[in-house]
């Protein structure tokens, strides 16, 4: 007996597009109940740029803020007060790459369950159930965003933004949730195992640290400072950097648009295929 899919039907483009927006907001309120059912996934995704943000700021923060002097960015000399100013943007992104790490994870717990499986066979257009994974991890990462942008602003961070340049942050901070997590989705449905998964996007929380996240790059040994400069996170930090603080972007912000853009429409062309793709007969 053939099965059908929204996609395989005959059914009219605005029908089948109505149907997917259907599905997608069914496949959300699934992953949403998820969330609630199981809280101490948003809990570990919050609470390691939690610990990250107290160790900084308080642990390193007195000798990294004077000992940088001049090699940090204007207004931002001198003591734990100023570091915290510096490292603050770093910490919001490494909460958009830790929400993303659990994105992974709850993708291949569906794969090995079967649940994925089951919907292969059902009419639901396939691309709602990827869109619902992708925006109930954006609703998750926004909610460890905010948790961590106050505890940010409790621990002396002292953004000087106004409100558009408060909005274009939280337009960079969305855009770069959109990508990292279409490429969790599709790290998560090419692992093997929920244990792969959980490893796999490992890199992307390790990148902040390779960058402007933490110490201005032209501190950095030569071979170490020409990546930090040219891997992706390095001008999304110095946009968000440059947005809440008021240090210069430059053409950070282009680059920032293209990396993310670009990040995004290849992951989700990676994402489609996995997805679509016949599982393996045992």
């Not at 943000?53 to 000992?67: A, E, K, M, P, R």
């Not at 909610?143 to 621990?155: E, F, K, Q, R």
């Not at 400072?225 to 992706?232: S, V």
Request: some cysteine; overall charge positive; charged content about 10%.
């Amino acid at each position: 007996m053939s099965t059908t899919t929204m996609s395989d039907t005959g059914l009219d483009t605005a029908d089948t597009r109505t149907h997917a927006l259907v599905h997608a907001r069914i496949m959300l309120r699934r992953n949403l109940r998820h969330m609630q059912r199981y809280p101490s996934l948003t809990l570990m995704v919050t609470l390691m740029p939690l610990v990250f943000l107290l160790l900084f700021v308080y642990v390193f923060g007195g000798t990294l803020g004077s000992g940088l002097g001049s090699g940090m960015p204007a207004g931002l000399h001198g003591g734990r007060a100023a570091y915290a100013d510096y490292v603050a943007p770093a910490i919001i992104l490494m909460a958009v790459t830790a929400a993303a790490q659990g994105t992974a994870i709850a993708v291949a717990q569906d794969m090995t369950e079967g649940i994925i499986a089951r919907f292969r066979t059902m009419a639901v257009a396939r691309s709602s159930v990827l869109t619902g994974h992708v925006v109930g991890a954006t609703v998750q990462t926004l909610i460890g965003v905010v948790v961590v942008t106050a505890a940010a602003l409790a621990v002396g961070f002292r953004p000087h933004a106004n409100a558009a340049e408060w909005l274009a942050a939280a337009g960079v901070v969305l855009l770069l949730t959109f990508a990292v997590t279409w490429l969790c989705v599709g790290l998560g449905l090419s692992a093997k195992s929920v244990e792969t998964a959980s490893n796999s996007p490992m890199f992307l929380i390790l990148l902040p640290f390779l960058g402007s996240g933490f110490v201005p790059t032209s501190s950095l040994p030569t071979g170490i400072r020409w990546f930090a400069e040219y891997e992706p996170f390095t001008p999304v930090n110095e946009t968000l950097r440059g947005l809440l603080t008021g240090t210069k972007i430059g053409d950070n912000l282009i680059i920032t648009i293209a990396w993310c853009v670009g990040v995004a429409v290849l992951s989700y062309a990676w994402s489609r295929r996995l997805y679509e793709r016949e599982p393996k007969a045992l």
